[in-house]
């Protein structure tokens, strides 16, 4: 008997839209089937989408709700340090950064062992603000993982990061 993830959804039932496809490990056309480069790519987008929507309901967007998830994971970070961990360049980290500042969500402090370099950490408003978006973005993941047990999402789960590892070394 296999348990299934509870997902919380607004609607009681799927609409048509709602629906994925299944996956056939045969299709049922002649066509080769779907590099999984092209698919890692579609899920990328559809998953950015579907998180940006959701962030926007929080005033909050995909790089701002990234770095914020870094800063938390990672405690304070140079802006050099979060534009790397959140897969954006150092110009668009400091307007990111600038723009969650002007909210409170972020602070700025000097690095005590080097004071060229400024610190980012979270504020108090940023960590709640990150709480909310966790939720929204657990919502999304849940979604994501419909129909599958939690041994499939958990093998799914290391799978990725097996890839990621992968493609990091090499």
Request: with cysteine; hydrophobic share 40%; glycine share 4%.
């Amino acid at each position: 008997m296999t348990r299934k993830t509870q997902v919380a959804s607004p609607k009681a039932k799927t609409t048509p839209r709602q629906a994925a496809p299944v996956a056939h490990a045969q299709p049922h056309h002649a066509h080769a089937p779907m590099r999984l480069t092209y698919l890692v790519g579609q899920l990328d987008r559809i998953v950015s989408r579907r998180l940006s929507e959701a962030l926007a309901a929080h005033g909050l967007t995909l790089p701002q709700f990234t770095a914020l998830s870094v800063l938390n994971t990672r405690g304070r970070s140079s802006n050099a340090q979060l534009a790397e961990r959140s897969f954006i360049t150092p110009q668009s980290a400091n307007e990111v950064v600038k723009t969650m500042e002007a909210h409170g969500w972020v602070m700025r402090e000097a690095d005590p062992t080097n004071r060229r370099i400024v610190l980012l950490q979270l504020t108090p408003a940023g960590k709640d603000l990150l709480e909310q978006c966790n939720e929204t973005a657990d919502r999304v993941e849940h979604s994501m993982l419909e129909g599958m047990d939690e041994d499939q999402a958990l093998g799914l789960r290391t799978l990725l990061q097996t890839c990621v590892r992968n493609l990091r070394s090499a």
